[in-house]
């Protein structure tokens, strides 16, 4: 419980003002995206490993540290794996790294449900899924380079995932049903 209440806070503190931040001007709803996200990218739950991977690990996902997962995926890329993507929601190795490292979160902490919707919320937070004022378009642009299984909503490729023709991804969400949910966080 402890854990939660720091995790929230720590992420409150890094919103921007007025955000999420319980002041009573906004707050999202961002268990539609989660689930919408969790139920495509990662939809054997917080422990699910990359269909592309060559190995699984020894323990669960949910049961090792932030440090042993990125060792688990650096061994899966030793072995030239197509994809390091883990968890409910898909965090390749890259982007696990690049969170630990920007935001100092501790690599002894477990890889389990909590912390995985922490850092999932700081990449919806950084594509400005908080911000009232964010456009629908630019907003699901962004969280498409990031998830996979998003359509691009406007470009080239609108429609298709943002990987689309790189023989591992493919959207796997209507652009409709993502445009709703992005349309509707702040309606309650």
Known sequence: MIRAVLLAAAFLAASPAGVAAGDGRFAANDVDFLN????????RGYGTVSDYAPAIPDEVLTGMTISEVLDFQQGLLDQGTRS???GRYQFIR???????????????LLFDEEIQTYL?????????????EAGIVPLGNCLAGTWAALPMLS???????AYHGDGLNHHAVAVETFATVLDTRFLW
């Not at 890259?94 to 002894?108: C, K």
């Not at 919320?121 to 009232?132: A, Q, T, V």
């Open 120 to 132: 999932a919320r700081i990449l919806m937070r950084d594509c400005g899924f908080y911000d009232p």
């Open 36 to 43: 919408l996200i969790g139920n495509r990218e990662g939809y």
């Open 84 to 86: 390091t993507a883990v």
């Open 94 to 108: 890259e982007t696990l790294l690049r969170l630990v490292e920007e935001h100092g979160i501790g690599r002894d």
């Open 155 to 161: 470009g080239p490729k609108a429609g298709l995932s």
